[in-house]
């Protein structure tokens, strides 16, 4: 008696709850608010943590970086040049590509980040014509939105570029990019899948240089993966940052770029509002000192020994003299 | 909604349809690279489970083992390969490989131990040799599980290899890894629903083939 009632009860509870999930998920599909935007602001509030977008302390500043290590040791630079100076720094390291954190920048989530001053500009402005390292800057301050400084530049550089091994370059008599217009062989490149969209692209360097050159994606930013990918001889070119240690460890070439289709790219900190002179002051200690050389070294001891961003920053302050 | 609605159009633009990068190669690059994984994943696996179901020896090695390949990020296996390797398929195929040999060897030791130990004996009373009792009696009548086992494998490996992409190679990798690194969530989007699609349409071939292969006439245990 009580199995022939309580089965069909058991199977009518099962249906109510499939049924009530169902629904949820339904209802939840058709909302029309964009899951990426409010991911976004709560992990930007979340992470922020100490300074609030608007209600914190001038004492406070949140530091943010792209997804790139050496970005995130320029980065910690300045976070530990603010902290001596007494003030609290909230990290926001590894946010991601130019689409994401700009806006978080912009929306004052972020407040100092550093950048390069080429690629910025030609976010902001597509057609920008290439220049000089302090016209470039001088255009990006005219570029950005209301509420964002580019603080003066570094010396230092860090530029996607045209990289091939010793041998191809000699085989093929390459200094420059034109000259690749004159390898019979097919080119390939390998670098991130985002290449494809940018400015310097294959798009840009058939227009520019009437060179043809087929992406191959590699989605390690010019990291081991693509290093190997040239070395291997699988692809003819590779896009390695010139700050990389490992186009001076595997003897690599970087192609001359005389149209200056890349353009410069200094290292420049970006900063909101609330950075004030005395933290604008502190961060210009450490793009004083910062050239390419100094930078490749930085690079190198992440990347030799493994060494985390806040330990190589804190040691080279300290040899610099600019933190105790 | 707005996000699905905008893939959908993603989807529906008929430019997408050729070329070299379109929607169709990149179809059947995925599928190739899933082919690829799932049979020398089946080589291997197979083989090694019938072994173990039939004989017996060796399941809790067996167990043991796909467990923890099983744990393994393929992501970080596709790395580790490719920084041995270099870019190209071997890597992300050695990845895959690894992902599909848990569910394969599962399939296979358990097709064997889901027959009923009367009816192997009874066979083996009739003068079969063990050859004769694995592929006669114990895979004709466990194929269902091994089917199961093919299918497992082979979904996780669809809907994983759009990790081959990361290393230079195309399929549905390229679509997603492209939208996600310039924002264009549309196209990112666009290419997880293919894999969703080309992961069901696999799953119900895989089914019908479980439902054909079926053994007819036997008689279920206990």
């Not at chain 1, 980065?75 to 590894?94: H, K, S």
């Not at chain 1, 005389?258 to 950075?275: D, G, H």
């Not at chain 2, 050859?131 to 082979?154: F, K």
Request: aromatic content about 4%; charged content about 15%; some cysteine.
């Amino acid at each position: 008696m009580n199995r022939r009632t309580a089965r069909p009860i058991a199977r009518r509870g099962a249906l109510a709850a499939l049924g009530a999930g169902g629904l949820a998920s339904l209802a939840a599909a058709c909302s029309s608010s964009d899951p990426l935007a409010e991911e976004t602001s709560d992990a930007a509030g979340g992470g922020g943590g100490a300074s609030d977008a608007g209600g914190g302390a001038a004492g406070s500043l949140v530091v943010g970086s792209q997804a790139y290590y050496s970005n995130e040791i320029i980065a910690e630079l300045f976070a530990q040049v603010l902290e001596a100076a007494g003030l609290t720094i909230t990290r926001e390291y590894q946010i991601g590509q130019r689409e994401v954190y700009l806006p978080e920048l912009e929306s004052g989530a972020v407040d100092l980040l550093p950048e390069y001053t080429g690629n910025l500009l030609q976010y902001y402005q597509a057609d920008a014509p290439s220049a000089s390292p302090e016209e470039i800057a001088e255009a990006l301050a005219g570029v950005l939105p209301d509420g964002l400084t580019a603080l003066p530049f570094a010396a230092a550089t860090d530029q996607d570029s045209y990289t091939t091994t010793a041998d191809f370059a000699s085989a093929n008599s390459l200094a420059a990019i034109p000259d690749l217009a004159g390898v019979q062989e097919d080119l390939k490149i390998a670098a991130n899948s985002e290449f494809e969209a940018r400015p310097y692209g294959p798009a840009g360097v058939k227009e520019t240089y009437g060179v043809d050159v087929a992406l191959v994606p590699v989605e390690d930013s010019g990291g081991p993966l693509t290093v190997k990918a040239l070395t291997d001889g699988t692809v003819q070119l590779a896009d390695i940052y010139t700050a990389d240690p490992a186009i001076q460890k595997n003897g690599l070439v970087t192609l001359e770029d005389p149209e200056s289709l890349i353009l410069p790219q200094n290292v420049v900190p970006i900063a909101s509002a609330k950075v004030d002179d005395a933290a604008a002051a502190e961060i210009a200690k450490v793009t004083g000192a910062l050239t390419t050389e100094e930078l490749i070294a930085l690079n190198t001891r992440s990347i030799d020994e493994q060494a985390k961003s806040a330990d190589i920053a804190r040691e080279w302050l300290a040899e610099k003299g600019i933190v105790a | 909604m707005n996000q699905l609605l905008a893939a959908l159009e993603w989807l529906l633009d008929p430019a997408r349809y050729s070329g070299p990068g379109g929607i169709p190669m990149r179809l059947a690059e995925h599928l190739g690279y899933t082919a690829l994984g799932v049979v020398l994943a089946a080589v291997i696996a197979i083989p090694l489970g019938l072994l173990v179901g039939h004989t017996g020896r060796g399941r809790g090695l067996a167990v043991a083992a796909s467990g923890a390949a099983r744990a393994l990020p393929t992501l970080g296996l596709v790395t580790l390969f490719a920084l041995l390797v270099g870019i190209g398929l071997l890597a992300p195929t050695l990845a895959f490989v690894i992902l599909a040999i848990p569910s394969l060897l599962a399939g296979a030791y358990s097709a064997c131990e889901a027959v009923d130990p009367r009816t192997v004996d009874a066979a083996r009373a009739q003068g079969m040799t063990e050859m004769q009792v694995l592929t006669r009696v114990e895979l004709p009548l466990g194929m269902p599980l091994l089917i199961t086992g093919i299918r497992a494998a082979t979904l996780q490996v669809i809907s994983t290899a759009m990790l081959a992409a990361y290393v230079g190679n195309g399929g549905l990798g390229r679509f997603i890894f492209l939208g996600l690194k310039t924002q264009d969530y549309p196209q990112m989007l666009a290419g997880s629903l293919l894999v969703i699609a080309l992961a069901l349409v696999l799953d119900g071939m895989l089914l019908l083939v479980q439902a054909l292969t079926r053994p007819r006439g036997a008689v279920p245990a206990g």
